[in-house]
């Protein structure tokens, strides 16, 4: 290994070792660009044609995001970037373009997603997570914020917004969708990943009774009506949707959140197919690339071992089967069309 890729090797590895707590629990690293979209001085402008948003369907993270791009129309202003779901073999934790012709981005021209983080910021020493919105006009990071992105793009957008689009986050509702998606985030998006990063065994099953003390919370909640707020989708269901969607052929094994699969919860798991018959779920997910991630390619650390092999299950075509979830609700659309906010 020559001297630059030691160098890199061993920044990668103290980035890694600085999401680990002494307890061994996993803390996920802050966001580095967080400049909320808006018309105020000093707020991202919200411009048409302006930004391209760069993801993997592998991650819960910018999936959630792109479900939102296309259910508001806004995939016809939003441009969108995909990297592939295998991490590349080279010394740091890193996203590539792998997937595009010549190996790099068509409108960016990176062949790394650090590659942008860096062009942004030199002293980037941070893993490049997706998704991140990236400005086109001078190819500058500009949000990164996975926590408040899809509300911008809920919110702010709105001009953009397609004819009869979704209300996902109605004013009269969102104090408590930001306060269920808190819950939904620490105990279930994040829930996940504390349990299969933990390095210890007291961190692991700290987070692994806390994860399913909020799935049979929500199993409980779903038993009497169809989405997490009612007879509408909202943020919050689409939130929910990106964990539980990868919870079998992902987590179950790889992060070893076994004590049930999604299938074994009657009220998630005709949720969650619900949603994934849904237009924006379903043709947003990708299952090959979420098992060859998890299954492959994700990383805690650079030195674990690198074979990996592919599991051929779980059956996938009970993702179609009828949910019955209709009875729940007395109203025909999914989603609550006001076009007042």
């Given at each position: 290994m020559n001297?630059?890729?030691?160098?890199?090797?061993?920044?990668?590895?103290?980035?890694?070792?600085?999401?680990?707590?002494?307890?061994?629990?996993?803390?996920?690293?802050?966001?580095?660009?967080?400049?909320?979209?808006?018309?105020?001085?000093?707020?991202?402008?919200?411009?048409?044609?302006?930004?391209?948003?760069?993801?993997?369907?592998?991650?819960?993270?910018?999936?959630?995001?792109?479900?939102?791009?296309?259910?508001?129309?806004?995939?016809?202003?939003?441009?969108?970037?995909?990297?592939?779901?295998?991490?590349?073999?080279?010394?740091?934790?890193?996203?590539?373009?792998?997937?595009?012709?010549?190996?790099?981005?068509?409108?960016l021209g990176i062949q790394y997603m650090s590659e942008i983080y860096k062009k942004t910021d030199p002293e980037y020493s941070g893993r490049p997570t997706v998704p991140v919105i990236v400005d086109v006009t001078n190819h500058r990071v500009v949000n990164n914020d996975y926590f408040k992105l899809t509300n911008y793009l809920e919110?702010?957008?709105?001009?953009?917004?397609?004819?009869?689009?979704?209300n996902l986050y109605p004013e009269s509702l969102r104090a408590d969708i930001d306060a269920l998606n808190e819950v939904i985030f620490h105990d279930i998006n994040n829930g996940v990943y504390k349990c299969g990063f933990a390095l210890s065994q007291e961190a692991y099953e700290q987070a692994y009774d806390q994860l399913f003390a909020r799935l049979d919370e929500l199993e409980q909640r779903l038993s009497n009506q169809r989405f997490l707020f009612g007879d509408y989708i909202t943020d919050s269901d689409i939130r929910f949707y990106a964990t539980?969607?990868?919870?079998?052929?992902?987590?179950?094994?790889?992060?070893?959140?076994?004590?049930?699969?999604?299938?074994?919860?009657?009220?998630?798991?005709?949720?969650?197919?619900?949603?994934?018959?849904?237009?924006?779920?379903?043709d947003t997910t990708d299952f090959d690339s979420i098992k060859k991630h998890y299954h492959m390619s994700i990383t805690i650390f650079v030195d674990k071992e690198n074979v990996k092999i592919l599991p051929k299950g779980p059956d996938l075509s009970g993702w179609t089967t009828p949910h019955g979830r209709e009875r729940l609700s007395n109203q025909k659309e999914k989603f609550l069309i006001d076009t007042k906010e």
């Amino acid at each position: 290994m020559n001297p630059i890729q030691n160098d890199s090797l061993k920044s990668t590895i103290s980035a890694k070792a600085n999401e680990i707590s002494t307890d061994g629990s996993f803390n996920r690293q802050t966001n580095r660009f967080t400049t909320p979209f808006g018309n105020n001085p000093g707020e991202l402008p919200v411009e048409a044609n302006r930004y391209r948003l760069l993801w993997t369907p592998a991650c819960p993270w910018a999936h959630r995001t792109v479900i939102v791009r296309s259910l508001l129309g806004l995939d016809q202003v939003i441009s969108l970037g995909t990297a592939s779901p295998l991490r590349p073999k080279i010394a740091q934790v890193d996203w590539e373009f792998s997937l595009d012709e010549n190996g790099v981005d068509p409108v960016l021209g990176i062949q790394y997603m650090s590659e942008i983080y860096k062009k942004t910021d030199p002293e980037y020493s941070g893993r490049p997570t997706v998704p991140v919105i990236v400005d086109v006009t001078n190819h500058r990071v500009v949000n990164n914020d996975y926590f408040k992105l899809t509300n911008y793009l809920e919110t702010v957008w709105k001009p953009f917004h397609k004819e009869h689009a979704p209300n996902l986050y109605p004013e009269s509702l969102r104090a408590d969708i930001d306060a269920l998606n808190e819950v939904i985030f620490h105990d279930i998006n994040n829930g996940v990943y504390k349990c299969g990063f933990a390095l210890s065994q007291e961190a692991y099953e700290q987070a692994y009774d806390q994860l399913f003390a909020r799935l049979d919370e929500l199993e409980q909640r779903l038993s009497n009506q169809r989405f997490l707020f009612g007879d509408y989708i909202t943020d919050s269901d689409i939130r929910f949707y990106a964990t539980l969607v990868r919870f079998d052929v992902a987590y179950y094994s790889a992060f070893n959140t076994n004590r049930n699969l999604i299938k074994e919860f009657p009220n998630l798991w005709g949720y969650v197919r619900d949603l994934y018959q849904t237009t924006g779920f379903g043709d947003t997910t990708d299952f090959d690339s979420i098992k060859k991630h998890y299954h492959m390619s994700i990383t805690i650390f650079v030195d674990k071992e690198n074979v990996k092999i592919l599991p051929k299950g779980p059956d996938l075509s009970g993702w179609t089967t009828p949910h019955g979830r209709e009875r729940l609700s007395n109203q025909k659309e999914k989603f609550l069309i006001d076009t007042k906010e």
